[in-house]
């Protein structure tokens, strides 16, 4: 259940809630009602994951209430703080500091020990979390299992604490910690020695010499490692793959690596996921070497790396025949040959990001959306030469005439993105229903996008859940038009749009069934379903 202020009193509530006693969630989010939360801590028994509000306070008495009652605090096992914060929005303490602790750690340091069974806990963009937090956590929550403190302004010191081995934490997340060095690292592995999944991305202070450490004393164990946009060496990254040949998920993302260190990734046999998106000297004999030995591969990024030649794409692909998702985002030598081969060995894709490769055309689109059956997911966005055209859809067919693979259409793909690809009209709509794609989410902002389209969607019959209309030239009476006649439709979204401050009017008095709402930007206006 998710508490919003939605002008109900305590008893109300009450009434409302008394009923469905077995919820698993209770997330309390604006909550001012002490009567609802007493009320929930001491009947809801079955919650086991309890969630606090997102850069906003909790009234003291509320906060009380959650820590009260010993029985319904052992039943929580899952615990989400992100974004928990009391500085701005908790008004109790006056802005004041305690000693040298601030609002948001006195009141981490008050909640977190009422909770001894946590085996699950997000405090990621937490302002309270402190050294002093971690080694509390690690002392009164023996049971932990996964630990996720992103952004958490920690010291290198944070893990060096007198805190028994917590045997149990498997996963780890510090992304975007500045502070998290080798020592940390070292501190870490030692404390924790079966850390099977560890992101350390974005930490401007982890290099070879952290890796290295982390080979050296966790090898055999951890089979998921993030290190995107990190200062590791080839000697070290080299040196740690050696060591972990377990692992089953790498990301060195924007990582200063060569070719030939990605090579070595060829030793993790296992290996189902590998994202090297920005890896600018990533060529094909390291990729060739990974895909001849990692059979298991499942999930390949290579989002803008520029030094892969479009030969070596062929052979790349034959070789990688399991994959389920491929994003290749920018890269200057995807072509439409590149495509060709795409959808004659990797059957199974499920997700494919195409986006901002200008020289490629309809021809390729066609090619997946007639080739690849299983897939879910394709955005093509920021492809000029792309329109989606049905007389193209028909010259393609009369080209591969009998032995066109129409029983292939993919009848999955529910998710389809063409931002920004200037070619794209109402056309769209007859090559949606000749290609029958059961369309949920729509992406047609920066193009074409008229009346005209919103009025020819409701024919198609598609289940159309979202459409995204930013910078389209589209009028009022056209959505109203496509929300009445769409019962499926539940978000729609004109952002920068450029409709008159009338049209806006019109469109929050007249459709009963959505509601408008201004977003950071008074310009911008997300209409969505309300049911």
């Known amino acids: 259940y998710c508490w919003r202020p939605l002008?109900?009193?305590?008893?109300?509530?009450?009434?409302?809630?008394?009923?469905?006693?077995?919820?698993?969630?209770?997330?309390?989010?604006?909550?001012?009602?002490?009567?609802?939360?007493?009320?929930?801590?001491?009947?809801?028994?079955?919650?086991?994951?309890?969630?606090?509000?997102?850069?906003?306070?909790?009234?003291?008495?509320?906060?009380?209430?959650?820590?009260?009652?010993?029985?319904?605090?052992?039943?929580?096992?899952?615990?989400?703080?992100?974004?928990?914060g009391f500085d701005q929005g908790f008004t109790q303490f006056g802005g004041k500091q305690y000693g040298m602790m601030s609002n948001d750690e006195f009141i981490l340091r008050r909640l977190l020990p009422a909770y001894s069974n946590l085996k699950t806990i997000d405090m990621s963009r937490c302002p309270g979390v402190t050294d002093q937090v971690v080694s509390l956590l690690l002392t009164k929550a023996p049971q932990l299992t996964s630990l996720k403190m992103d952004h958490a302004p920690l010291t290198e010191n944070a893990f060096l604490c007198d805190s028994l081995f917590r045997e149990a934490l498997t996963s780890l997340s510090l992304a975007n910690c500045a502070t998290i060095d080798s020592t940390a690292v070292a501190a870490i592995v030692t404390l924790c020695p079966n850390i099977v999944s560890l992101d350390l991305s974005h930490c401007c202070q982890i290099d070879s010499t952290a890796v290295q450490k982390l080979a050296w004393t966790n090898a055999g164990v951890l089979e998921v490692i993030n290190l995107a946009q990190t200062f590791i060496t080839d000697a070290g990254f080299a040196e740690f793959v050696k060591s972990c040949t377990q692992l089953t998920s790498i990301d060195i993302s924007g990582c200063p690596l060569s070719d030939a260190s990605i090579a070595f990734v060829s030793r993790c046999v296992d290996l189902q996921t590998f994202i090297l998106a920005d890896v600018r000297q990533a060529e094909d004999f390291?990729?060739?070497?990974?895909?001849?030995?990692?059979?298991?591969?499942?999930?390949?990024?290579?989002?803008?790396?520029?030094?892969?030649?479009?030969?070596?794409?062929?052979?790349?692909?034959?070789?990688?025949?399991?994959?389920?998702?491929?994003?290749?985002?920018?890269?200057?030598?995807?072509?439409?040959?590149?495509?060709?081969?795409?959808?004659?060995?990797?059957?199974?894709?499920?997700?494919?990001?195409?986006?901002?490769?200008?020289?490629?055309?309809?021809?390729?689109?066609?090619?997946?959306?007639?080739?690849?059956?299983?897939?879910?997911?394709?955005?093509?966005?920021?492809?000029?030469?792309?329109?989606?055209?049905?007389?193209?859809?028909?010259?393609?067919?009369?080209?591969?005439?009998?032995?066109?693979?129409?029983?292939?259409?993919?009848?999955?793909?529910?998710?389809?993105?063409?931002?920004?690809?200037?070619?794209?009209?109402?056309?769209?709509?007859?090559?949606?229903?000749?290609?029958?794609?059961?369309?949920?989410?729509?992406?047609?902002?920066?193009?074409?996008?008229?009346?005209?389209?919103?009025?020819?969607?409701?024919?198609?019959?598609?289940?159309?859940?979202?459409?995204?209309?930013?910078?389209?030239k589209v009028s009022a009476a056209?959505?109203?038009?496509?929300?009445?006649?769409?019962?499926?439709?539940?978000?729609?979204?004109?952002?920068?749009?450029?409709?008159?401050?009338?049209?806006?009017?019109?469109?929050?008095?007249?459709?009963?069934?959505?509601?408008?709402?201004?977003?950071?930007?008074?310009e911008c206006v997300i209409l969505y379903d309300d049911r």
């Open 7 to 84: 002008g109900l009193c305590g008893d109300t509530a009450i009434a409302l809630f008394a009923a469905n006693s077995s919820c698993l969630d209770l997330q309390v989010e604006g909550c001012k009602s002490l009567v609802f939360v007493s009320w929930a801590v001491h009947h809801l028994r079955n919650i086991h994951k309890l969630r606090l509000p997102r850069g906003r306070g909790l009234e003291l008495d509320v906060l009380d209430a959650l820590i009260a009652v010993p029985s319904f605090n052992r039943s929580i096992t899952e615990l989400d703080l992100a974004g928990f």
């Open 478 to 522: 056209a959505i109203f038009f496509l929300c009445d006649n769409c019962s499926s439709l539940n978000r729609v979204n004109i952002e920068q749009n450029e409709l008159f401050c009338q049209s806006r009017k019109i469109l929050k008095e007249s459709l009963p069934k959505l509601k408008a709402y201004m977003q950071q930007h008074p």
């Open 286 to 472: 390291g990729l060739s070497m990974v895909a001849k030995s990692c059979n298991s591969l499942t999930c390949l990024d290579l989002s803008r790396c520029t030094n892969i030649p479009s030969d070596s794409f062929s052979s790349l692909f034959e070789q990688t025949v399991n994959l389920q998702m491929i994003r290749l985002s920018a890269v200057p030598n995807v072509e439409d040959k590149v495509i060709e081969s795409l959808v004659t060995y990797c059957l199974q894709l499920y997700s494919l990001d195409i986006s901002d490769n200008p020289q490629l055309s309809d021809l390729s689109v066609f090619q997946i959306l007639l080739r690849l059956p299983q897939l879910k997911f394709l955005d093509v966005s920021r492809n000029p030469h792309v329109s989606l055209d049905p007389l193209a859809l028909n010259s393609l067919k009369a080209r591969i005439k009998s032995s066109s693979p129409l029983s292939l259409v993919s009848s999955q793909l529910s998710e389809l993105h063409l931002s920004g690809c200037s070619g794209v009209s109402v056309g769209i709509v007859d090559t949606i229903c000749e290609l029958g794609l059961p369309l949920k989410v729509l992406d047609v902002s920066g193009t074409m996008a008229s009346d005209l389209l919103l009025i020819a969607l409701p024919r198609t019959y598609i289940p159309l859940q979202e459409l995204n209309l930013k910078h389209c």
